[in-house]
Every structure is written in structure tokens, then in C-alpha cells.
């Protein structure tokens, strides 16, 4: 079968490439994966706390709205590190390269290729949202829950509109952003007191 023109599909050069394990592409490819793996291990952590925190009881620090943003914030990161991974930093190490070209151009590809584009619009458009639920908190201190409730989950929402942005994100942003909100958050500080109950320790500073 002839290659298609500019592709390397059923290009023979291509086809006969050899990986080599030991190059510096998948040095660069593999090494983010060490400090990637905690990062999610924290991620999860975050996103349990969500689920099993009782928003309705009022705490100083602790806004349902807010959480959300930051853990939807950090599971596009991580979404947009996985497919640009699978897009760029694992391709550009070359243990594909002979099997890509043997195949024909499919959908398969192309659809890693739209979820690394999808996954980079939310990892920027979230972190809009960090301070527009904390102005709706300060301007509207009485009725601000209904309010983001509509900003999230209204039939015709606001982010519904804007989740198409122009696309940014990085493993920076996954993981300090992951790791400092796990550390400082007070939802994740907690201390026993002598009736063996929890009690989330606030700093006042």
C-alpha cells in the first residue's frame, strides 16, 4: 500500500525504525511519572474528602462551591497530563513509531489527539472560577449557595458556555496546586480529641 502524502503511514523508513529503551526522550517521558504517581494518590484523596464531607454544616474555611473548582481544576490537569502524555511525550520517545506507521490514519488517534485539545480547555477554564465563586461569596453572603448552585448546574449554566477557552495547563499546575491545597486545606486537618470524635483544627492567622 502506497503512504498517504506528508504522513508517515506506510512510510518504509518509518516502518523500520528501532526503539532504543535507553534514549533520552524516554527519560524525559517517564521521569514526570515519579512525582505524577503521589500526585494522583492526593488527587483522590481530594476528591473522597468531597464526597464524604457534610457541606450543610457550616465550618470557617470550608465553602462546597469553592472545593469543587479546586478538585475539578486538578482532575482536568491530571486528564490533560494523561493525554498529552499519550499525544506527545510517549509518541516523541519513538516505541510507537514503527507500529503508527504500519497502520492507516484511524479515528482511534485522532480521538486522543481531540482529548488532549478537550482536557487542556478545562485545565484553563476552572481555575476562572476560583475567584468568581469567592466574589458571589462576598457579594452576596446570604443567597451565595443558590447563586453558584446556578453558576454550576442551571439548565442554560455560565460554565456551560465557557468551557470552550483557549487551552492551558501544565504538570506544574497539577501538582503544586493538588499538593498545597492538601496540605493547607483545614478540611484535611485533623485532630483527635479526647472523645475520640474528629474536630478540624482552623488556623486564625
Partial sequence: MSAPPDTIHFNQTYMNYR??????????????????FPTLVVICRIIGIYFKTN???????????VFLVISLTQISCFSFYIFNFLLVRLPATGLFTSWCASIAP??????????ASYTNYLAMIYP????????IIMMHPKNH????YYLFYGS?????????VRPFGNDAQACLVSWIFYKTHPVFNKTT?????????????
Fill in 128 to 135: 476562572f472560577f476560583m475567584p468568581v465563586v469567592r466574589l
Fill in 55 to 65: 457541606w450543610e454544616i457550616q465550618e470557617a474555611g470550608k465553602n462546597q462551591h
Fill in 145 to 148: 449557595m443558590r447563586l453558584s
Fill in 193 to 205: 480529641v479526647t472523645n475520640g470524635a474528629f474536630e478540624r483544627r482552623v488556623n486564625t492567622a
Fill in 106 to 115: 484511524n479515528s482511534g488517534l485522532l480521538l486522543i489527539s481531540f482529548l
Fill in 19 to 36: 526503539y532504543e529503551w535507553n534514549g533520552f526522550p524516554t527519560i524525559l517521558a517517564f521521569v514526570p511519572w515519579i512525582y505524577m
Fill in 156 to 164: 442554560h449554566s455560565i460554565m456551560a458556555y465557557t468551557l470552550l
